[in-house]
T-cell receptor, first 114, second 114 residues
């Protein structure tokens, strides 16, 4: 079974631009969560989508948004990029999300904002 | 808001040494607890988890963790480490009820010398 895939793997953007990252979950998984990983803040939860609906949300500004499609693929968008948005963005999928299900992580997208 | 503290940022051991990585959390209610591992060049993956029941949980590759509710701790242990255990280890906590918003610790880098 193929794992979680994320595209692109590396991205360089300038301040003020916007960016869209993509995540394809494991086949059959309906929940997709997004995380931001930085050396200073560690791994922080952004949001979780389940059946095309945002079910949970972390403490990030509205510039960070996402969506999920009917095939469970998910995209994350960051508008008006800031230098502090430079990070590794991880996507994780699980069968149904929530408390009882193991998450499977993707390799991440390394975003650099200049 | 919940928080997770991993006391050891960097740990260096020789093969066959015993390992204990500390993890403390702050949250007043029921929690689900996790340890994740990221081997060099690989994705983040689940090592073990605690939801309820026996506070001593066993995970993959000989790892175990003990949940001590009175100490708000979930320390990871392995009696004899191997060179292949070299990795980054993350402790995470999630409220046991309600919204799924996991909080991760900053991680502990473990290097095992052969």
């Amino acid at each position: 079974k193929a794992g979680v895939t994320q595209t692109p793997r590396y991205l360089i953007k300038t301040r003020g631009q916007q960016v869209t990252l993509s995540c394809s979950p494991i086949s059959g998984h309906r929940s997709v969560s997004w995380y931001q990983q930085t050396p200073g803040q560690g791994l922080q939860f952004l949001f979780e989508y389940f059946s095309e609906t945002q079910r949970n949300k972390g403490n990030f500004p509205g510039r960070f948004s996402g969506r999920q499609f009917s095939n469970s693929r998910s995209e994350m968008n960051v508008s008006t990029l800031e230098l502090g948005d430079s990070a590794l963005y991880l996507c994780a999928s699980s069968l149904a999300g929530g408390q009882g299900y193991e998450q499977y992580f993707g390799p991440g997208t390394r975003l650099t904002v200049t | 808001a919940q928080s997770v503290s991993q006391h050891n940022h960097h740990v260096i051991l020789s093969e066959a040494a015993s390992l204990e990585l500390g993890c403390n959390y702050s949250y007043g209610g029921t929690v689900n607890l996790f340890w994740y591992v990221q081997y060099p060049g690989q994705h983040l993956q689940l090592l073990l988890k605690y939801f309820s029941g026996d506070p001593l949980v066993k995970g993959i590759k000989g790892f175990e963790a003990e949940f001590i509710k009175s100490k708000f701790s979930f320390n990871l242990r392995k009696p004899s480490v191997q060179w292949s255990d070299t990795a980054e280890y993350f402790c995470a906590v999630n409220p046991g009820k309600g919204s799924y918003i996991p909080t991760f610790g900053r991680g502990t880098s473990l290097i095992v010398h052969p």
